[in-house]
């Protein structure tokens, strides 16, 4: 009997919403969400301590019985997915694997352009670490990449002032700015996970023709398809359809704000990864 949970980490609230697109198209598993409220957030952390974060966080999940771990947190991916996979899961035996919602959102991006310039808003650690650009070169080559870093738009959503005049001041500075940079741009990815709640805000400011694209979506539909190519992972995976939450913060807290993120009641428990 499959008895293996898949697991969503992030280190906040943010990656609840790419977890509500996942149960939204694969209701049937049983997932564990992990935010590290107490250390988040991570944007403007070194690589070295996003890795030993994410490394605890992955840890803590297999520990808890999940056989697929999907970091659902920009910053982990783009600073401690390549060496969890490349050094840590290569130690293991038993078949766990981590995943990140870079690569399946870079391998889409050039699908939602027709002028092949697109923009990446993202966190400063995101966008100092390159991975986008990177990345998108490899499956889309031709394509003209703009970066901007958001460092208060976190902050924002976090503290629910997504509407309003705080919101429209500093989404329409960088909307502009990323504007500015590449007027060509007409595809935009919101590559942050709270960064959909500030959609319609985000919308009121962006140019006629330039389109929104979140990760969620991506996110879920590319998972669909990893786990019907990996049939064995498939076959470990629990079907129970529950649903669990766990913070490294305190629960009360976490449950309050991360309802507006998953679009329902969440009880969380609260945990410590060290």
Not at 66 to 85: D, H
Not at 173 to 192: G, N, S, T, Y
């Amino acid at each position: 009997m499959a008895v293996g949970k898949i697991g969503v980490f992030d280190s906040g609230y943010g990656g609840l919403t790419v977890l509500r697109r996942i149960v939204d198209r694969l209701p049937q598993y049983d997932y564990l969400y992990l935010g590290d409220n107490a250390r988040a957030p991570y944007g403007n952390r070194s690589f070295e301590t996003v890795y030993q974060y994410t490394l605890e966080a992955c840890e803590w999940l297999f520990n808890q019985g999940c056989e697929l771990v999907i970091l659902a947190c920009n910053t982990a991916s783009a600073k401690a997915l390549r060496q969890i996979q490349q050094n840590d899961l290569s130690q293991r035996l038993d078949g766990k694997r981590v995943l990140g919602v870079i690569r399946p959102t870079t391998e889409n991006i050039g699908n939602f352009t027709h002028t092949n310039h697109v923009g990446i808003m993202g966190t400063l650690g995101t966008i100092k670490s390159n991975s986008y650009p990177i990345e998108i070169e490899k499956f889309f080559p031709g394509l003209t990449v703009t970066q901007e870093a958001c460092p208060m738009w976190v902050y924002l959503v976090e503290n629910n002032h997504t509407e309003g005049e705080g919101a429209d001041y500093f989404v329409k500075q960088h909307i502009d700015r990323i504007m500015e940079k590449d007027p060509k741009i007409d595809a935009l990815l919101l590559a942050c996970t709270h960064y959909p709640l500030l959609e319609k805000t985000i919308q009121k400011f962006v140019p006629e023709g330039v389109r929104l694209v979140s990760q969620g979506g991506i996110v879920a539909e590319r998972l669909e398809d990893y786990l019907n190519r990996h049939f064995e992972l498939k076959g470990r995976l629990s079907v129970q359809g529950s649903r669990q939450f766990a913070t490294t913060d305190e629960a009360k807290v976490f449950n309050d704000h991360a309802t507006l993120f998953f679009g329902e009641p969440v009880h969380s428990m609260h945990v410590s990864l060290l």
